[in-house]
């Protein structure tokens, strides 16, 4: 019996440390691999993780809480906007100062738009938060005050200034920047979602009546969920600015909506590892996409999307995740 046990013990150890060796080895990769890569994969490789950002915030309400927002797009484009402006109409640039703000700004939006929204349920939320992100889309496509002159965005935006003398941006640095920011907000989001707090909007998700009848407040739970998601998805609006060098209305639009819920779709829901999973396939796919054909880019889309309702349904990562598991499983039962 105690051999069983002391078996058992050094599978589950030798399993740990297996997992724990290929995230470090994930981590070691995209640390050491940029420095050697050309311009353009650095920068592809910065957008995934910016979308990853994105993606995550929006599986915190969608996969976690179990509410979908079609309008999810409207704080990263506000948080992109206000970096934006920030610099055209005040010429201020300084990292400390419009990134913060960009961040603040997508939090009262979501703030805002949370009070609305969380009056309904249902496919009625869905829709009232569509119409809430196509409202922010055309007010910044009508709205002249939010363009540069002669072209319907916001163009031009520069590197953020630190304040270092010296110091200068290079795609390099850049997306060490990016990837920092990436490993925080992982960071915080893995410690909320195994907070009780996470695991009180997991029980929300799984059965609302039950968490009111052991006396939670659901509707406060899924608003500060709801403020929370906005503000790291002005995290990605404030990095993808920065990035892209452009803010454009369709950051703000249904468009921008429903490529990141399909990330999130395409990963699995639920896991923070799966949006990220599914930013780093969607991604590198739009862009080829769009070098080889550009115009058929929504029909590719498309058909990824049935592809994986029909066949990944439960998301890449999550199926990636149980083979890893029987791999490491097998690993444990060979050393034993």
């Known amino acids: 019996m105690e051999t069983t046990a002391l078996k058992s013990m050094t599978q589950l150890r030798q399993g740990q440390l297996l997992r724990l060796a290929s995230y470090a080895a994930i981590i070691v990769i995209l640390i050491l691999l940029p ?6 994969v650095q ?16 599986d915190l309400i969608m996969g976690y809480t179990g509410v979908i927002s079609l309008g999810h797009a409207a704080y990263f484009g506000v948080g992109g906007y206000t970096v934006g402006i920030l610099l055209i109409h005040y010429d201020i640039s300084m990292l400390w100062i419009s990134a913060p703000v960009g961040i603040l700004m997508a ?26 992100g196509q409202l922010l889309f055309s007010i910044a496509f009508k709205w002249e005050w939010l363009s540069t002159v002669g072209v319907e965005a916001i163009v031009g935006i520069p590197r953020p200034a630190v304040g270092l003398p010296w110091f200068s941006w290079s795609p390099t640095s850049f997306y060490y920047f990016v990837l920092l920011a990436f490993v925080l907000c992982f960071f915080l989001l893995n410690r909320l979602v195994h907070s009780p707090f996470g695991y009180a909007l997991q029980g929300i998700r799984d059965s609302e009546p039950r968490m009111r009848v052991l006396g939670y407040n659901t509707w406060l739970y899924k608003y500060i969920a709801f403020v929370i998601a906005g503000a790291f ?19 703000l639009s249904i468009t921008t909506s429903a490529l990141v819920m399909f990330m999130v ?15 780093a396939v969607l991604i590198p796919v739009e862009f080829y996409a769009g070098l080889i054909t550009p115009e058929r880019w929504p029909l590719i889309l498309g058909g990824a999307f049935v592809l994986s309702i029909m066949y990944v349904r439960a998301g890449i990562g999550v199926y990636l995740f149980r083979l890893w598991n029987k791999v490491v499983y097998r690993y444990g039962s060979i050393k034993g």
């Open 265 to 279: 779709i395409l990963g699995g829901t639920g896991t923070l590892y799966g949006p990220v999973i599914g930013a």
């Open 35 to 40: 420095p050697f890569l050309p311009s353009y």
């Open 233 to 251: 998805a002005g995290v990605g609006g404030v990095l993808f600015a920065y990035h892209n060098s452009i803010v454009v209305p369709t950051h």
């Open 107 to 132: 939090v009262l939006f979501a703030a805002i738009f949370g009070l609305i929204a969380l009056r309904v349920t249902g496919f009625y939320f869905i829709f009232v938060t569509m119409a809430l």
């Open 43 to 58: 920068s592809l490789m910065t957008k995934i993780l910016i979308f990853a950002i994105f993606a995550m915030s929006l």
